[in-house]
T-cell receptor, first 113, second 114 residues
Framework: DQQVKQNSPSLSVQEGRISILNCDYT??????FLWYKKYPAEGPTFLIS?????DKNEDGRFTVFLNKSAKHLSLHIVPSQPGDSAVYFC????????????FGSGTQLTVLP | DTGVSQNPRHKITKRGQNVTFRCDPI?????LYWYRQTLGQGPEFLTY????????KSRLLSDRFSAERPKGSFSTLEIQRTEQGDSAMYLC????????????FGSGTRLTVV
């Protein structure tokens, strides 16, 4: 039973354009959501997060949107750069769970020069 | 701050052998996590330590798996009688207590059971 789903295994975007990565979740107890980026042969690197009391969080070129009613979040990268090419994981956690994370299966983003 | 260090980076073992991995967290972090990642999947939670106490264990952690964190510093993950299904990337992460804003992962240990 996948509680966090990333339905697009891959996404290709032209340099300079917007990348939109999507994530859906089923557990309404999740109260914190995060995006991680992973390069080959490295561990995941934290990118940006959002609390369930917000619907948007921005950090430079990265913005995360949360739609609680739809149980959906998305990561927008504008403008996309070739160095953004990586696997992006969506993750979620429940308050009081020692903050263990439930991850999606990831989306491979390729930014074409 | 040298980040989270994991050793070895790669381990190839024969089925039935025991293996042990080591994780050195960021020194001021008192929380330590172990995750496992298989091909095409996201990391899955295995276990969690706060200081030296192991406070949570996933159902994924069978009796063949054991983790320790003596003195609340480094941690070891041991797999006894390895099976081919244990082949995966084993990731360690650490964090400080307080509001979560993403913990720091190591580069992982890739285990191949042949």
């Amino acid at each position: 039973d996948q509680q966090v789903k990333q339905n697009s295994p891959s996404l290709s975007v032209q340099e300079g354009r917007i990348s939109i990565l999507n994530c859906d979740y089923t557990n309404s107890m999740f109260d914190y959501f995060l995006w991680y980026k992973k390069y080959p042969a490295e561990g995941p690197t934290f990118l940006i997060s959002i609390s369930s009391i917000k619907d948007k969080n921005e950090d430079g070129r990265f913005t995360v949107f949360l739609n609680k009613s739809a149980k959906h979040l998305s990561l927008h990268i504008v403008p996309s750069q070739p160095g953004d090419s990586a696997v992006y994981f969506c993750a979620a956690s429940v308050a009081g769970s020692a903050r263990q994370l439930t991850f999606g299966s990831g989306t491979q983003l390729t930014v074409l020069p | 701050d040298t980040g989270v260090s994991q050793n070895p980076r790669h381990k190839i073992t024969k089925r039935g052998q025991n293996v042990t991995f080591r994780c050195d967290p960021i020194s001021e972090h008192n929380r330590l996590y172990w995750y496992r990642q298989t091909l095409g999947q996201g990391p899955e939670f295995l276990t969690y330590f706060q200081n030296e106490a192991q406070l949570e264990k996933s159902r994924l952690l069978s009796d063949r798996f054991s983790a320790e964190r003596p003195k609340g510093s480094f941690s070891t993950l041991e797999i006894q009688r390895t099976e081919q299904g244990d082949s995966a990337m084993y990731l360690c992460a650490s964090s400080s207590q307080g509001p979560i804003y993403g913990y720091t992962f190591g580069s992982g240990t890739r285990l191949t059971v042949v």
